[in-house]
């Protein structure tokens, strides 16, 4: 006698705790192997694009940094980029160092975090997480140290930063810095040959390089599929055509490529600070911007590279104080693009752990 | 370095194939007409020496009197781009092909487009709304909307 | 595992479950316009401090505050904030809130933390449900307690009181983990300030 089964619907709500904020999937499951399934979001949905524009520019610099929440400082750094090439203003060469330093302290922050929630999705709860919020402890300290908060740091302006580093900020930074790659060590020694992370990462989630350009993703998402894009080589902003780094990049596009490219990024970014540290010049912080900034009449599109992907502002100018259009290309929301197409036939044990390995942060997807 | 290619060589390249779709153009940006987005996103991405395969981001604004789509295309491997536009002058039932078939990564912002701004795209597999909830009055970032 | 070794089905996206999630949002959007008033009126009954406690109220209380258990409900930023709170350095665990419940039922407190929007307002209205009493509330955050930096937004709700009774309000934007300490502290200052039992009428 045949056994009669039926697929049903399990839906992976917004209150979950390994989807990472507000983000929920309806499955429809057999067994535990997965149908079929839809991503549902805009339960973070705030409306910035269009509350931006009631704000002037320099006033539309607060809703850059709650868009990707993990990663504030390079948020900020890209609207004043793209209001940068809007109005022409030229930034002060102490201020970009000063940028490319902070970029790269939250970088690693953002990767830090990556990993350590990647781990915790598997199954490992909570102990490498634990272990790298103490170095992340150390970052948001020196952050603190500069502008005087954790999170939202609110530190770049439109043609340049808003405060000037105190004196015992090199020190603390050349301390940490140096003392970073041994504890990078300490979580290679836990996790880099851990049998349960070998087999639950390698091979599952394979992003092809065709898929990969075509649904439009970008970051370590792009790199682990074998693409060599990174818009810090590509299209060089800010002081970054001055340092030698490389662009680490995965052959198989799996979740254990995405987490490599993680941890060696974390690399590639102390050796920039390190050359930072040593050419930053003395000089102004700010160039001279009018208190009530009227770009000329046009549309400009600037971007870097995130920790996440690249993040672009386009900006419509009417010649007014407020921007006429604000969009933000969200790297969070692309890379769920192939979302579907990764997790139909796996297990949901798996699904969880591809998802966690894209690496999201719902308030940048839902603007 | 990125090379922004100018709007003229990509002009005579279309007009060659597609004769009388240009509306404008200049600078690095090109405008076209909304029947022949659909084939010149095709021509665009499968010439050789254009490719462009990446297509970086997709949005519209609202000039009160049209909507304008944006498509800011990319080659990877030649580090070249491109700006795509297009116009849709009704308000009433704006509606334009959807080039999913093309870019795969269209999908959830063609959604977002109809979403905040109510513009149809014909062909998408999934087109409804994403960020707001079924039931939700309006489109909030056109410029007359009222809360 | 190898890539769609299932036949492709069509694109799942299920519109009449969206249709009626509509209705609800719209019909919670609806009624909860007004603030609902903060629980605060056992703690007029007999002025607010300084009142003698029966040793088994004292008792009851005294376990209630030592022991309370979060659920784990972050929408947004100051959800990092209430993690790192809960990481090595804050250290939540030493007040007793070490165990942070993914189910409603077992939790007795909800920070709510971040933008609320009306989409989730259903949600959150159901997991405040699910909780067994004695329940407590903190708004953590300036988005949770009146809307923040995005009250004037379409989708926002202005303030998390309008959907459920808040305890304790700590404002920040986010809140630093020390800030959420004290919040905590008044939390269980309130905790223990409870009568638990009602005064017996004398013929």
Redesign the interface.
């Known amino acids: 006698m045949a056994l009669k089964t039926e697929t049903f619907l399990v839906n992976a709500g917004p209150q979950h705790p390994s989807t990472h904020g507000v983000f929920r999937m309806r499955f429809i499951l057999d067994g535990e192997v997965i149908q079929d399934v839809e991503p549902v979001f805009g339960y973070l949905h705030r409306g910035i694009e269009k509350l931006s524009e009631g704000l002037t520019y320099s006033q539309d610099m607060v809703f850059t940094d709650r868009l990707d929440y993990l990663a504030s400082m390079t948020n900020n750094q890209a609207y004043a980029v793209a209001v940068e090439k809007l109005a022409g203003i030229q930034v002060p060469e102490r201020a970009e160092y000063l940028r490319v330093i902070m970029a790269e302290l939250m970088r690693i922050s953002s990767h830090l975090m990556g990993v350590g929630f990647l781990t915790n999705d598997i199954g490992a709860f909570l102990t490498p997480l634990l272990y790298m919020y103490r170095e992340r402890e150390k970052i948001l300290d020196l952050f603190d140290m500069v502008c005087g908060q954790r999170l939202t740091y609110n530190y770049m302006r439109i043609g340049g930063v808003s405060q000037d580093i105190p004196e015992e900020f090199i020190p603390a930074l050349k301390k940490f810095i140096d003392t970073l790659p041994k504890f990078i060590e300490e979580y290679e020694q836990l996790l880099k040959t851990n049998e349960i992370l070998l087999i639950r990462t390698k091979n599952v989630g394979i992003l092809t390089k065709e898929a990969a350009i075509n649904y439009s993703t970008a970051g370590p998402v792009l790199r682990a599929s074998g693409v060599k894009w990174d818009i810090r080589k590509a299209e060089p902003y800010s002081v970054y055509s001055r340092f030698n780094f490389e662009i680490p990049t995965g052959t198989k596009g799996d979740v254990y490529d995405r987490y490599r490219i993680k941890i060696e990024e974390m690399q590639q970014s102390i050796e920039i600070i390190k050359q930072a540290m040593a050419q930053i010049p003395q000089g102004d912080i700010m160039a001279k911007v009018p208190r009530v900034l009227r770009p000329p009449k046009g549309e400009a599109y600037g971007r870097i590279e995130g920790p996440k992907g690249e993040l672009g502002f386009y900006l419509v100018s009417d010649g007014g104080t407020n921007p006429y259009r604000l969009h933000i290309r969200p790297p969070s929301l692309l890379n769920l693009s192939p979302l579907r197409e990764l997790v139909i036939g796996v297990k949901i044990a798996d699904a969880m752990a591809i998802f966690g390995s894209i690496d999201i942060c719902m308030g940048e997807v839902d603007r | 370095m990125t090379v922004e290619l100018q709007a003229a060589e990509i002009v005579t390249k279309l007009e060659a194939v597609l004769p009388g779709c240009t509306v404008e153009s200049g600078g690095n940006m090109v405008v076209i007409k909304d029947e022949s987005v659909l084939q010149a996103a095709t021509f665009l991405k499968n010439t050789a020496g254009l490719d462009f395969n990446y297509l970086n981001f997709l949005t519209a604004t609202d000039y009160t009197t049209y909507f304008e789509l944006v498509y800011d295309l990319v080659s990877l491997e030649h580090n070249h781009k491109l700006v795509l536009k297009t116009r849709l002058a009704n308000r009433e039932k704006p509606e334009l092909a959807s080039v999913f078939s093309v870019w795969k990564g269209a999908d959830f912002q063609e959604r977002e487009i109809y979403d905040l701004f109510g513009i149809t795209f014909t062909g998408h597999p999934n087109l409804k709304r994403i960020f707001l909830w079924e039931g939700f009055q309006g489109y909030p970032l056109r410029k007359d909307f009222k809360q | ?6 036949p ?2 069509e ?5 009449a ?3 009626t ?3 609800g ?2 019909f919670v959007k609806q009624q909860h316009q007004v603030q609902i008033e903060d629980p605060d009126s056992w703690q007029n009954e007999e002025g607010q401090h300084n009142f003698m406690l029966a040793s088994a109220d004292a008792l009851i209380n005294w376990a209630r505050a030592s022991s309370v258990w979060p659920v ?6 100051c ?3 209430m993690i ?1 709170t809960a ?3 804050f250290d939540i665990s030493r007040f007793g809130m070490e165990i942070f419940r ?1 189910s409603p039922r077992q939790a007795d407190l909800l920070i709510v933390n ?2 609320l ?4 307002a259903p ?1 959150l209205k159901r ?1 405040y449900d699910q909780m067994a009493e004695p329940k407590y509330v903190i708004a953590m955050g300036s988005c949770a307690i009146s809307g923040g ?2 009250r ?5 709700v202005p303030g998390v009181n309008k959907i459920v009774p808040v305890d304790v309000y700590i404002p920040g ?2 809140p ?1 983990p020390e800030a959420l300490l004290y919040g905590i502290q008044m939390l269980h200052k309130k905790i223990k300030q409870k009568k638990n039992f009602a005064k017996r009428k004398t013929a």
Do not use: H
């Not at chain 3, 784990?72 to 930023?77: D, E, I, V």
């Not at chain 3, 929007?117 to 989730?120: G, S």
């Open positions: 595992m190898e890539l769609n070794s299932l492709q089905p694109v799942y996206s299920d519109k479950l969206d249709k999630e509509g209705a949002i719209d784990n409900a972050g929408l947004a930023c959800a990092f904030e790192s990481s090595s350095r993914p971040g933008t929007t009306w989409k989730m949600q997991i930096l995005f004037n937004s379409y989708a926002v934007c986010p630093r």
